[in-house]
């Protein structure tokens, strides 16, 4: 009987904290405890919704929590970057470039306040939960490598982002010189203005010509290109390193209590959590404590993307590489940084990671933000990084998130895909397949009803496989 992930089933919990509308028994979720789980099997489940805390797997309970988390995704190899986050990019390379080593930034002009927390705080909100099982899990975490070298000493950042001409999109019309005259938007008004321009040089009527007249313009400069300036200043460093807590000589263990400070004066100061609430062994637990099988020649498994300024470390994204995106798990910041809008910063280099390892592995091609809350303010910049989806609670089919916030607006939880047929209620046979533990053994379902006069695993079973899926429920032995 083989299987790729274990773990402790708890089921649906009591309401808990909520860390978006600070009501303090309204999120409800279901969770497993992982021992262990392949990138393969986290992929399948992070597409259905599910998504870790350290060890801790949770899926929340839509219909019952009190703000619906739509898991959200981004497509790398398309990203077209905005004006706004163009701006963020912009005062970054200022500040690099004409600060004094060592200073602090200032706000640049046209930043909001809400800039500093808004996009850096909910990569990823970790559930408050107590676990009372003790586990060990059977981790081999080791330093990838490419070529030889591990991977995890500094990673440059010169790819190119890649495009797939069956997944471009294309405007379903194009305005007329009199619908632009028509338009509000400023976009719109400057290619009125070229259209006329244009229109008096041809000796033309300028008022239906067609915006095609404005002739092909160049690409734009892909997100590599936007980012080398930044990167090629020697005051930025950015290192990707496996965390590798095994090897005492490992870059993450030699650079942890510096990161550990770091997270810590992170969560003081944004989240106002007591020195005790993150002291290093909850560090550890959260953070540092990936649930992976290494997968050594795909690279996949848990990373720390650290981000240096002026040789000291300000920033530290984690991170999951899996077979088909990268997955940002969370992202934490020093404070007296806040100015320079790490959050945007941080999704656009790791979207450009994204694009990186999709030249040594073609099925990476989409960076995965967490959940998306469309009740959250501080949610709305992840519909900002175009093209992203958001998954259906039901269905687990993937919708435009431009589409989707216009059913949002009307109701907080909705079924974004009413074609696609729910699956099917599982068999008593199906259910026979799926493992479970016996004592300390390892048995089928089918086996232990047998051997049981009590059956207290077929609704734990039946929850599962709808939460789960079929497929993956066949490859986890879980247990309680």
């Not at 005790?276 to 050594?296: G, H, I, V």
Request: glycine share 4%; hydrophobic share 30%; aromatic share 12%.
């Amino acid at each position: 009987m083989s299987f790729d992930t274990a773990g402790y089933w708890y089921g649906e919990g009591e309401g808990h904290r909520c860390g978006y509308c600070q009501n303090e028994t309204t999120n409800i979720s279901t969770g497993l405890y992982l021992s262990f789980i392949s990138p393969h099997r986290y992929n399948a489940l992070i597409d259905r919704g599910w998504r870790r805390s350290g060890m801790y797997m949770y899926k929340p309970s839509m219909e019952k929590t009190c703000c619906p988390q739509y898991t959200v995704k981004c497509n790398a190899l398309l990203f077209r970057i905005s004006r706004s986050q163009k701006k963020v990019l912009r005062h970054f390379i200022e500040y690099l470039e004409n600060s004094k080593p060592g200073s602090l930034p200032s706000r640049g002009r046209g930043q909001m306040s809400t800039d500093v927390t808004d996009v850096a705080n909910d990569h990823h909100e970790h559930p408050s939960v107590t676990h009372n099982v003790e586990i060990s899990p059977d981790v081999k975490a080791t330093v990838p490598v490419d070529n030889g070298k591990p991977i995890s000493n500094h990673v440059t950042h010169k790819t190119s982002a890649t495009s797939s001409a069956a997944e471009t999109t294309e405007p379903k019309c194009f305005k007329t010189g009199a619908q632009l005259a028509d338009s509000k938007k400023k976009r719109d008004f400057r290619r009125l203005r070229k259209l006329k321009k244009i229109a008096a040089e041809k000796n033309l009527s300028w008022e239906e010509m067609d915006v095609r007249s404005l002739g092909s313009q160049p690409d734009p400069p892909s997100l590599s290109d936007r980012l080398s300036r930044a990167i090629a200043n020697k005051r930025l460093e950015i290192k990707l390193i496996s965390v590798d807590r095994d090897n005492a000589e490992s870059e993450f263990n030699r650079t942890f209590s510096e990161s550990h400070k770091v997270f810590q004066k992170y969560q003081m100061a944004i989240h106002n959590d007591t020195p005790d609430e993150c002291k290093e062994q909850s560090y550890k637990r959260f953070l540092c404590q990936p649930p992976f099988n290494w997968e050594e020649e795909d690279e996949q498994g848990g990373y720390h993307h650290q981000y240096y300024l002026d040789g000291k470390l300000v920033a530290v994204g984690v991170l999951d590489l899996l077979p088909r995106c990268l997955s940002s798990v969370y992202f934490f910041y020093d404070p007296d940084y806040g100015a320079l809008s790490f959050g945007t910063l941080s999704a656009l280099f790791e979207i450009q990671l994204t694009q990186q390892m999709n030249t040594r592995h073609p099925d990476i091609a989409w960076y995965y933000m967490g959940y998306y809350i469309h009740t959250c303010p501080k949610m709305k910049y992840k519909s900002k990084f175009y093209p992203s989806y958001l998954t259906c609670p039901k269905k687990h089919t993937w919708w435009p998130i431009e589409e989707c916030e216009k059913l949002l607006d009307e109701n907080k939880l909705c079924v974004f895909d009413e074609k696609t047929e729910e699956e099917p209620v599982p068999t008593e046979e199906e259910l026979g397949t799926l493992k479970v533990l016996l004592g300390r053994s390892l048995c089928l379902y089918s086996v232990y009803k047998m051997m049981q006069e009590e059956d207290d695993y077929k609704d734990i079973l039946v929850d599962f496989v709808k939460l789960a899926g079929l497929e993956n429920a066949r490859n986890i032995c879980i247990y309680h």
